[in-house]
């Protein structure tokens, strides 16, 4: 059901979502990529029956059962992460809902996410650290007393908590301000990442905003940091937005109205191309341009017309040139 990309939530067309995650692993096991493939698949059985002991409704699927494609899909619908996507071994668990995924033998054995559409980090925050307590009664975490939760990552040791927000700033990109953002945010213990996390770009103007560390902090103080720090740049967002259109109201409608006739006219469009036109329409829907589009026509439109998302609609691997085309022609029929 992609709940974060359908549903409602607060101040969301800014905060496309929030997401709690917490990084565990089992006392006494290697991480996983000390284990051989075989230890890997019995070790992926064991803690997905442990996850449905305390967890109803939910679905495992291991990744031997996936192509590349169906792989890059949960990627592009941020259910995994691009790092298992590319994994030999390993699995995930989800809720119907898609609201809930918790991936097997990552990096860690277990990392739990919530993931809510809007401006609601305490409450996948409190959605989380439940489900963690139950698998904590089902599972022993490696755990001490003065280092906090053991993470195969130093950056995770402690809480072994990273909570983030997805933010749409295209008016601090286009008036410049954004380098000052991430240089601020950075001396504010936040780091800031493109759509899909660590190592990606930020297209489309989406950034990821999360906690660089997780030691010496708790979860609760974690979590205020990143909302009051949040809760100022999406202020300063709207501000800039105010600024671009009060400076020239033509010039900014132009814009977006172009962007919008692009979408609805091209023959070929590529990701990236995609991704920036479709950050200034979404602009205009926040401004109120366009009333026959909302944000979650966008949101889903946004997903739907990533490459892996194209070619698992049309059922057959396509080249660049073919997804471009396709998009175009998927897009025209959205909008």
Same mark, same amino acid.
């Not at 989800?94 to 401006?119: A, F, T, Y």
């Not at 950034?207 to 940091?225: A, M, R, V, Y």
């Not at 073919?322 to 022609?329: G, K, L, M, S, W």
């Given at each position: 059901?992609?709940?974060? $990309?359908?549903?409602?939530?607060?101040?969301?067309?800014?905060?496309? %979502? %929030?997401r709690?995650?917490f990084?565990?692993?089992?006392?006494?096991?290697?991480?996983?990529?000390?284990?051989?493939?075989?230890?890997?698949? =019995?070790?992926?059985?064991?803690?997905?029956?442990?996850?449905?002991?305390?967890?109803?409704?939910?679905?495992?699927?291991?990744?031997?059962?996936?192509?590349?494609?169906?792989?890059?899909?949960?990627?592009?619908? +941020?259910?995994?992460?691009?790092?298992? =996507?590319?994994?030999?071994?390993?699995?995930f668990? *989800? %809720?119907?809902?898609?609201?809930?995924?918790?991936?097997?033998?990552?990096?860690?054995? &277990?990392?739990?996410?919530?993931?809510?559409? @809007?401006?609601?980090?305490k409450? !996948?925050?409190?959605? !989380?650290?439940? *489900?963690?307590?139950?698998?904590?009664?089902? /599972?022993?975490?490696?755990?001490?007393?003065?280092?906090?939760?053991?993470? #195969? #990552?130093?950056?995770? &040791?402690?809480?072994? /908590?990273?909570?983030?927000?997805?933010? +749409?700033?295209?008016?601090?990109?286009?008036? @410049?301000? /954004?380098?000052?953002?991430?240089?601020?945010?950075?001396?504010?213990g936040?780091?800031?990442?493109?759509?899909?996390?660590?190592?990606?770009?930020?297209?489309?103007?989406?950034?990821?905003?999360?906690?660089?560390?997780?030691?010496?902090?708790?979860?609760?103080?974690?979590?205020?940091?990143?909302?009051l720090? #949040?809760?100022?740049?999406?202020?300063?967002?709207r501000?800039?937005?105010?600024?671009?259109?009060?400076?020239?109201?033509?010039e900014?409608e132009?814009?977006?109205?172009?962007?919008?006739?692009?979408?609805?006219?091209?023959? $070929?469009?590529?990701?990236?191309?995609?991704?920036n036109?479709?950050?200034d329409?979404? /602009?205009?829907?926040? !401004?109120?341009?366009?009333? +026959?589009?909302?944000?979650?026509?966008?949101?889903?439109?946004? &997903?739907? !017309?990533?490459?892996?998302?194209?070619?698992?609609?049309?059922?057959?691997?396509?080249?660049?040139?073919?997804?471009? *085309?396709?998009? =175009?022609?998927?897009?025209?029929? #959205?909008?």
């Open positions: 059901m992609r709940n974060w $990309i359908i549903g409602e939530g607060p101040e969301n067309d800014i905060v496309m %979502s %929030s709690a995650r990084a565990r692993n089992l006392k006494g096991v290697p991480f996983p990529w000390l284990l051989s493939p075989e230890k890997n698949a =019995a070790l992926e059985r064991e803690i997905s029956e442990r996850i449905k002991e305390v967890l109803s409704g939910v679905i495992h699927i291991s990744l031997e059962n996936l192509s590349p494609v169906e792989r890059q899909v949960m990627v592009e619908r +941020h259910l995994i992460s691009p790092d298992l =996507a590319n994994r030999e071994f390993g699995g668990v *989800i %809720s119907k809902q898609e609201d809930v995924s918790i991936m097997i033998n990552e990096e860690d054995h &277990v990392r739990l996410q919530v993931v809510l559409p @809007g401006l609601r980090l409450e !996948a925050f409190d959605y !989380a650290k439940e *489900i963690d307590m139950r698998l904590s009664r089902v /599972m022993n975490f490696a755990y001490e007393e003065e280092l906090g939760y053991l993470t #195969c #990552c130093p950056s995770n &040791v402690g809480t072994g /908590m990273r909570a983030s927000l997805m933010l +749409h700033l295209p008016g601090l990109v286009r008036t @410049g301000n /954004m380098g000052n953002i991430e240089e601020g945010v950075r001396q504010l936040l780091t800031i990442r493109g759509m899909y996390g660590e190592g990606s770009q930020a297209f489309g103007d989406i950034f990821q905003i999360s906690n660089q560390i997780s030691l010496g902090k708790t979860e609760e103080e974690l979590i205020e940091n990143i909302q720090i #949040c809760s100022q740049i999406i202020i300063k967002e501000e800039h937005r105010e600024f671009l259109r009060r400076r020239n109201r033509f900014f132009d814009r977006i109205f172009r962007a919008y006739g692009i979408l609805k006219s091209a023959r $070929i469009l590529d990701s990236v191309e995609f991704l036109l479709l950050s329409v979404r /602009m205009g829907v926040s !401004a109120g341009l366009f009333e +026959h589009l909302t944000i979650r026509t966008l949101n889903e439109l946004m &997903v739907d !017309a990533q490459p892996a998302s194209l070619q698992k609609k049309r059922e057959r691997i396509m080249d660049p040139l073919e997804r471009d *085309i396709y998009r =175009a022609e998927f897009v025209r029929g #959205c909008l």
